[in-house]
């Protein structure tokens, strides 16, 4: 089979100590480098290592595992691929750090083959050997340039939700992003790619508040179950990088902890080319944490009521009067949303209602504050006044009002 080798290089202002901590620390990747979606150390013995990592390559989501030997002394980098997966037939390389004056020349070795040495597995392998080469050559610079403003720049945050629900339905969720358009209002459009089960390729659509759409590309790296690792490709001028995590953790007293963490690097550049950018870098920081938090609440609000609207039903009664009554069922919700439709034949319940907004079901706040004054009273429990502004969809009615039986039960 035939081996072919490519070099890459560059030049950095910046002492080859100094660019060799982020070459050896693998867990930095997903940082600094923006093909690369996550990365882990699976074992260490002082001088080799494993890894795993999940990277962008030609347009696709790919992971795969290396071998690692570090070298401190001669700032020098030696991996090899485990099991290599089709196209590629085998692949390697070296990272080589040159000292040059107060500088230094990095130098980034690969070798590799294609399966069967098919002349189109080649290309695609060279495409991607070249492109995130480039890519990870230019980012490296960039970060030891920036080293002494990162303090300023780099910044992580989280948002937590507290649910009443099973964890695989808020997982279900978060993992169903092609869904989002039809569950989650400040998302226009997904497109979802999956070709290997659990690496997902999203291309997303985002509202802002002034209607504005935004459009993001990102690698999502899917833990069944529990956590969802993620990563922007395509980002907002203002941004260098953002990674983030979505955790779902069960709390132990029946409740499940759903986190939404965000790691995030300002683009000093890009912020100044606002038409009114922010006054200062801490600006941009409260700026940037509180339209990515937001959005991240939004989304995991909608998780809640999804997730507490599916759960199993148990034997919930709280007593009005003599009667016992139980937990509100969708069935139940759509006969009180028809008697207060009244003689509106417009208004339509069949099918899979459960997150279409209640405006586009016919419902306007009148209808709906007709609803809850009709669930209070049949339930005879006092919902919270702010329902009545954040109630949106049927599945926010059953988690609101099934929230207040469970209270009162």
């Known amino acids: 089979m035939t081996t072919t080798r490519a070099t890459h290089r560059i030049d950095v202002e910046a002492k080859a100590d100094a660019v060799y901590r982020i070459v050896a620390d693998v867990g930095l990747w997903p940082l600094y480098f923006p093909p690369t979606v996550r990365a882990e150390r699976l074992s260490w013995d002082g001088v080799e290592e494993r890894i795993r990592i999940w ?83 230019d980012n490296l610079r960039r970060a030891v340039l920036r080293a002494g403003q990162e303090p300023e720049l780099l910044f992580e945050f989280a948002d937590t939700e507290t649910v009443s629900g099973p964890p695989e339905e808020v997982y279900a969720f978060l993992y169903d992003a092609a869904k989002w358009p039809e569950r989650i209002p400040h998302v226009a459009h997904v497109e979802v790619r999956e070709d290997v089960p659990g690496l997902q390729h999203l291309r997303m659509d985002t509202r802002a508040p002034d209607g504005s759409v935004h459009t993001t590309v990102s690698g999502r790296v899917c833990e069944p179950g ?126 899979d209602i459960l997150h279409v907004r209640l405006v586009d079901l016919g419902f306007d706040s009148l209808a709906v504050i007709d609803t809850l004054g009709r669930l209070e009273r049949h339930f005879g429990v006092k919902l919270p006044e702010e329902a009545t502004t954040e109630v949106e969809t049927p599945a926010d009615l059953l988690a609101a009002v099934n929230r207040q039986v469970a209270e009162a039960a």
């Open 55 to 137: 990277a962008m390559a030609d347009g696709e989501l790919r992971t795969w595992q290396s071998r690692r030997r570090l070298h401190p002394a001669a700032h020098r980098v030696e991996f090899e691929q485990e099991r290599p997966r089709d196209p590629v037939a085998a692949m390697g390389g070296s990272w080589t750090l040159e000292e040059r004056g107060e500088g230094c020349t990095v130098v980034l070795d690969h070798h590799y083959r294609a399966v069967d040495d098919d002349p189109a597995r080649l290309a695609r392998i060279a495409r991607a050997v070249e492109h995130n080469s480039t890519a990870e050559l």
């Open 226 to 351: 529990r956590r969802i690792v993620y990563k922007q490709t395509t980002l907002p001028p203002v941004l260098q990088a953002h990674n983030g995590e979505w955790l779902v953790e069960e709390t132990g007293d029946g409740a499940v902890r759903v986190t939404a963490r965000h790691q995030v690097i300002l683009d000093p550049e890009g912020i100044a080319g606002l038409p009114e950018p922010p006054e200062s870098l801490a600006a941009a920081r409260a700026a940037v944490r509180e339209a990515l938090g937001a959005n991240s609440r939004a989304t995991m609000a909608r998780a809640r009521a999804f997730a507490e609207a599916n759960r199993p039903r148990t034997p919930h009664h709280h007593t009005k009067g003599n009667t016992a009554m139980a937990e509100l069922t969708l069935d139940e919700l759509k006969r009180f949303l028809l008697s207060a439709a009244g003689d509106d034949e417009s208004v339509e319940l069949s099918g």
